[in-house]
């Protein structure tokens, strides 16, 4: 009798009748590692690995740059504008926090599947209709509409 190897995944389990059971079936085994990411996990719709490497608040380093921006554009706009230019901290903060915010979203759609987690938070139909923007855009999904069409008489 001859013996087979199989190796088990991490997530896989033995089923009835010793099927294995694949727990974790990603679309795609090959992903692009970042150097230093801040977030790892699985995307929720498709099982791919992916990973952060922003966050969406401002880090120390960004506070720095802030602080930097503001005290050089104070120092330059207080001839000018006198007392006025002190408001510019809050001007450069409110930038960098929007500029901090924008990049981190365009993080969040799943490259392999278009998942938007921020989308399916806010409203579920447009996370569907993005992910099936995203595989029209890739040649998919043409069938899809012939069926949602009504019938000819
Ligand atoms: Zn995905």
Redesign the pocket.
């Known amino acids: 009798m001859m013996a087979t190897i199989i190796w088990l995944g991490e997530r896989d389990t033995i089923g009835r009748e010793g099927a294995i059971v694949r727990k974790h079936n990603p679309?795609s085994e090959r992903v692009f590692r970042k150097k230093n990411p801040t977030m790892k996990f699985f995307?929720?719709?498709?099982?791919?690995e992916?990973s952060f490497s922003l966050k969406p608040r401002l880090t120390h380093k960004n506070y720095i740059q802030i602080a930097v921006t503001s005290l050089f554009l104070t120092v330059c706009l207080f001839p000018l504008i006198k007392v006025a230019a002190f408001f510019v901290l809050f001007v450069v903060w409110g930038l960098g926090e929007f500029a901090v915010r924008t990049l981190f979203r365009k993080e969040i759609p799943?490259?392999?599947?278009?998942?938007d987690a921020s989308w399916y938070k806010r409203d579920v139909k447009m996370a569907q209709s993005k992910v099936k923007e995203f595989w029209k855009e890739k040649g998919y999904f043409e069938e899809a509409e012939e069926v949602d069409r009504p019938p000819i008489q």
């Open positions: 679309l995307c929720p719709l498709c099982g791919t992916r799943c490259p392999h599947c278009g998942f």
